[in-house]
């Protein structure tokens, strides 16, 4: 099964509005891992946080850890129609040189 | 500097042909890695490439999936007699130890078995 899962599925927002996505996973980690996926493509990495942080920002984008309850959420604020794509977490529980487990995703649409 | 370079972009093949897909890493990069993502769902590990240590083969689905790499260079994953369930899009990953943690992706490559 996934390491990890996302929630929710799907998000339509309008311009301007933030967006919140959650993702929960199942074991202990080194850090887990935020990715964007445009037109079921490339993956471009967003943001990295470690198991010892608690909260990252970079621009537009913030990322907290609980580690307590293995979960984490990505905050993007002030969305764009630019920011529409699959964003994916992914841990890194520092086995087999570190593979990512990903989870399935969240489609976000940011409608103009 | 050049990204993770994959070809093809593109390839459908008829049930039951092998493919051979490429995959370039960033110059330097001493691990790569392969996964496969399905429609419609996230990332699968396939295998795992480090320096010249013996690679992590536990992602790999069935002995019909197999994959090389020359040195710290080109890698090629190959699908033998090709079913229709190997339809995905495989991506690959390059990283340089030691660093942060972030994976280098290429563009994929996007098989259809037919």
């Known amino acids: 099964s996934q390491q990890g899962e996302e929630d929710p599925q799907a998000l339509s927002i309008q311009e301007g509005e933030n967006a919140t996505m959650n993702c929960s996973y199942k074991?202990?980690?080194?850090?887990l891992q935020w990715y964007r996926q445009n037109s079921g493509r490339g993956l471009v990495h967003l943001i990295l946080?470690?198991?010892?942080?608690r909260e990252k920002h970079s621009g537009r984008l913030r990322v907290t850890l609980d580690t307590s309850k293995k979960s984490s959420s990505l905050l993007i604020t002030a969305s764009r129609a630019a920011d529409t794509a699959s964003y994916f977490c992914?841990?890194?529980?520092?086995?087999?040189?570190?593979?990512?487990?990903f989870g399935e995703g969240t489609q976000l649409t940011v409608n103009p | 500097g050049a990204g993770v370079s994959q070809s093809p972009s593109n390839k459908v093949t008829e049930k039951g042909k092998d493919v051979e897909l490429r995959c370039d890493p960033i110059?330097?990069?001493?691990?790569l890695y392969w996964y496969r993502q399905r429609l419609g769902q996230g990332l699968e590990f396939l295998i795992y490439?480090?320096?010249?240590?013996?690679?992590?083969k536990s992602g790999l689905p069935s002995d019909r999936f197999s994959a090389e790499r020359t040195g710290e260079s080109v890698s090629t994953l190959t699908i033998q007699r090709t079913q229709q369930e190997d339809s995905a899009v495989y991506l690959c990953?390059?990283?340089?130890?030691?660093?942060?943690?972030?994976?280098?992706f290429g563009p994929g490559t996007r098989l259809t078995v037919t």
């Open positions: 990953a390059s990283r340089q130890f030691p660093d942060a943690g972030r994976q280098y």
């Open positions: 074991t202990s980690i080194n850090n």
């Open positions: 946080i470690r198991s010892n942080e």
């Open positions: 992914a841990t890194d529980a520092g086995t087999s040189g570190s593979r990512l487990t």
């Open positions: 110059s330097g990069h001493t691990a």
């Open positions: 490439f480090q320096g010249n240590s013996a690679p992590d």
